[in-house]
């Protein structure tokens, strides 16, 4: 898939601190949201439909994923 126009962006939270270690994610792209590794941005990323990343992020607020 070509992520040429995709426009990244880590979250909010994410300090300059903390190692590197964020995810970056584009939703700019039609039908897809893409995912990838901030310390890595030219390696592969992980791609998802809309409905998929909406479910990810509902269980993550929910708390489905807190150990």
């Given at each position: 898939m070509?992520?040429?126009?995709?426009?990244?962006?880590?979250?909010?939270?994410?300090?300059?601190?903390?190692?590197?270690?964020?995810?970056?994610?584009?939703?700019?792209?039609?039908?897809?949201?893409?995912?990838?590794?901030s310390?890595?941005?030219g390696?592969?990323?992980?791609?998802?439909?809309?409905?998929?990343?909406?479910?990810?992020?509902?269980?993550?607020?929910?708390?489905?994923?807190?150990?």
């Amino acid at each position: 898939m070509d992520l040429t126009g995709a426009e990244w962006h880590k979250s909010s939270r994410s300090s300059g601190n903390a190692g590197g270690d964020c995810v970056e994610v584009a939703d700019n792209l039609p039908g897809v949201v893409a995912v990838r590794d901030s310390k890595a941005p030219g390696g592969p990323a992980l791609i998802f439909a809309p409905g998929e990343w909406r479910s990810f992020l509902a269980g993550v607020k929910a708390g489905e994923f807190d150990r």
